[in-house]
């Protein structure tokens, strides 16, 4: 099944199409090109197992968050292999493991945002590292302030605040 995924704003990615386990683009100029994943379904650097979120950043890397392979993956301009830069050791709760990554941001400074939603936490990972710290949740599946209930998304504004759709709770945080 074909879908509009996601509104891109960023030049010169328009429109982000999910196919099959990879993404297309159509740029301003009309021309179609995959940019992550392509290879079939699976867990190889090459390919994505239902991919669930994107960021493209300013440099034109594109960030795809794969699903079940617990992992977040970077895809660079015209590079056909991803590499891995959060989780990618196994379904898991440590700072180096993810377990159903949703939602991706990046904040004004790079740094990036992952919505770990069978942990019920938003992984924050400072530019450069692979190792997650806990900025909401991460104290099991619940309704208090310290807990989340498999959020799905997640948006900083321009002045750092965070906010997380938090599925099973009905509510957005900030």
């Known amino acids: 099944m074909n879908y509009l995924f996601e509104l ?3 030049k010169p990615i328009l429109i982000v199409i ?4 990879f993404f297309q683009v159509l740029s301003q100029t009309s021309e179609i090109a995959i940019v992550a994943g392509g290879n079939g379904r699976g867990d ?14 300013s440099n034109g890397d594109v960030l795809v968050a794969d699903l079940p392979n617990s992992r977040v993956q970077k895809w660079s301009p015209n590079v056909k292999v991803g590499v891995t830069i959060a989780g990618g050791n196994g379904s898991g709760n440590g700072a180096n493991q993810l377990n159903f990554p949703r939602g991706l941001v ?3 400074d790079d740094n990036l945002f992952v919505v770990d939603s069978r942990n019920h936490r938003v992984q924050k990972y400072l530019k450069g590292t692979n190792v997650g710290i806990t900025v909401a949740g991460g104290n099991g599946q619940g309704l208090s302030s310290t807990q989340l209930s498999l959020p799905m998304g997640i948006d900083i504004n321009e002045n750092g605040d965070i906010f997380i759709a938090d599925t099973h709770n009905h509510i957005k945080m900030g």
């Open 8 to 10: 891109i704003s960023s």
């Open 18 to 21: 999910l196919l099959s386990n």
């Open 44 to 57: 190889l650097l090459n390919q994505l197992d239902y991919p669930s979120g994107i960021v493209v950043m």
């Open 106 to 108: 990046i904040d004004q």
